[in-house]
């Protein structure tokens, strides 16, 4: 049983379930929470994949309380209806601890999509950091992207035989939705300018720290004409309130709704450059060969850092302008991210996942 409820879950948990799916030896069951909603289901529709179980926990205003009761409430009847072997969860979200702590109190083996990711900041970012940390603690099988997730999963004290490296499904996913052929009205807005993909929706960063790095940004797009900066806004209130009342008006800066993976996908492939608070984006970007600033204090994913494809910003004003300034003027910065050799696999980590469970889990 494979299971996630956000968007970012379903892109990287959908090419493994259609991996698994063609394994004759496997039943494969899959059970969505609909942590997310709208933006989950076009995941879904992109993929082809159709759910066994849909919690359908979604409603306005709900809490991280609210989330992880539905969750394991609904949880405890799809697992006691399935009666799974394994229970593969993914990432850092609500929803996979839930689902993840649910399958632990059946005495239900849990695969860990994703492991061993750290800040070693329990509260940057928050909760995914705590999350992810008690997911491995309870995980029988953890599938880290790097050899960095292993080591920090070994220096926990993990078992070394529990340990896989895979790679990154998030990379299998770009297999299935970059398309030469792509073609869209936002494109031809930004044609011919050089165009800007940002994504900000992170906890931590609500309030002060996203309009810091908001008006950072104008700063730039107003020194640079031929600049145009594409923003699929998140859902939450709060994040349109700071995107429309520090960027909102500017002529070169979109606001957008959110964008089915397709297209987002394939904007990403067409951008200059990258700009975002998310930890997905951090990991497809160097596959595609654009330069990320990660808006963030801290990331989880230092690969990426080392291999030079991600540059950390912070949220202070000045430091984002700094950043986003250099990697638009240093022809030769520039250059060295995007030829950077991607650390987070080569788009085949569905497969070595399935892979190891045929080995560990049938016997022949």
């Not at 990379?171 to 050089?194: C, N």
């Not at 500017?250 to 959110?258: A, D, M, N, T, V």
């Amino acid at each position: 049983m494979l299971v996630f409820g956000t968007r970012p879950e379903a892109i990287k948990m959908c090419p493994l379930v259609l991996e698994l799916k063609q394994r004759k030896r496997f039943k494969t069951v899959v059970c969505v929470t609909g942590q997310h909603r709208e933006m989950l289901d076009s995941v879904l529709d992109a993929f082809g994949v159709t759910p066994d179980h849909d919690l359908s926990i979604m409603d306005k205003g709900q809490t991280l309380f609210d989330i992880t009761h539905k969750v394991m409430s609904g949880m405890q009847d799809a697992l006691q209806t399935e009666l799974p072997d394994i229970v593969l969860v993914h990432g850092d979200t609500t929803t996979t601890y839930a689902a993840a702590v649910s399958s632990f109190y059946l005495g239900v083996p849990v695969g860990h999509v994703e492991a061993g990711l750290r800040t070693y900041n329990k509260r940057s970012p928050f909760p995914e950091e705590f999350n992810r940390q008690a997911v491995d603690i309870i995980s029988d099988y953890c599938f880290a992207p790097t050899e960095t997730s292993r080591d920090n999963l070994q220096r926990e004290g993990k078992c070394p035989e529990t340990i896989f490296v895979t790679g990154n499904t998030a990379i299998d996913a770009l297999k299935t939705t970059v398309r030469e052929d792509f073609s869209h009205p936002e494109l031809d807005w930004a044609s011919g300018y050089r165009l800007v993909m940002m994504t900000a929706h992170r906890r931590e960063n609500l309030g002060e720290p996203m309009k810091r790095f908001f008006r950072a940004i104008r700063r730039v797009v107003d020194e640079f004409p031929d600049l145009k900066v594409l923003y699929p806004v998140h859902m939450n209130p709060a994040v349109v309130e700071a995107a429309e009342s520090e960027i909102g008006t500017h002529p070169r800066i979109r606001l957008i709704q959110p964008l089915d993976v397709l297209p987002f996908h394939n904007f990403l492939a067409r951008s200059y450059a990258i700009l975002t608070d998310s930890g997905g984006i951090q990991e497809e970007a160097p596959s595609l060969g654009k330069p990320v600033l990660v808006l963030r204090d801290t990331t989880e994913r230092p690969e990426g850092v080392e291999a030079g494809t991600l540059l950390l910003t912070g949220t202070e004003e000045d430091a984002v302008y700094t950043g986003f300034k250099s990697l638009i003027t240093d022809r030769k910065l520039y250059d060295s991210m995007s030829k950077a050799s991607n650390p987070y696999g080569d788009g085949f980590a569905s497969r070595r996942i399935a892979d190891i469970l045929e080995e560990k889990l049938i016997k022949t």
